[in-house]
């Protein structure tokens, strides 16, 4: 019954800012989260939040990354600052879930390219 739309992908330098956003169609009791997946590379957790508690980061984003929510809406956001190469992934936002393990998450959205060039 849980749809996630995520929207806010594209192309920036490196250095840049892309801010994403993931509009829920329903609140859940757990937390949400944003995972990222490169080319060739397996699904990897990058931050978490609680509809009413606090955030938790990957150590690779930790400082760059932020994530927060605006429960009246239904949404979260991931602003990313300072973005590398290496930050190049799809970014998927997940609910249903309160750790950094993607088997912890119930429901995904359909993914947002982005994309750091050097």
């Known amino acids: 019954q849980v749809q996630l739309v995520e929207s806010g992908g594209g192309l920036v330098q490196a250095g840049g800012s892309l801010r994403l956003s993931c509009v829920v169609s329903?609140?859940?009791?757990?937390?949400m989260g944003w995972f990222r997946q490169a080319p060739a590379k397996g699904r990897e957790f990058v931050a978490s939040?609680?509809?009413?508690?606090?955030?938790y980061y990957a150590n690779s984003v930790k400082g760059r990354f932020t994530i927060s929510r605006d429960n009246a809406k239904n949404t979260v956001y991931l602003q990313m600052n300072s973005l590398k190469p290496e930050d190049t992934a799809i970014y998927y936002c997940?609910?249903?879930?309160?750790?950094?393990?993607?088997?912890?998450?119930?429901?995904w959205g359909q993914g947002t390219q982005v994309t750091v060039s050097s």
């Open positions: 997940a609910a249903g879930g309160v750790g950094s393990n993607t088997n912890e998450y119930k429901y």
């Open positions: 329903e609140r859940t009791t757990d937390g």
């Open positions: 939040i609680r509809w009413n508690a606090g955030t």
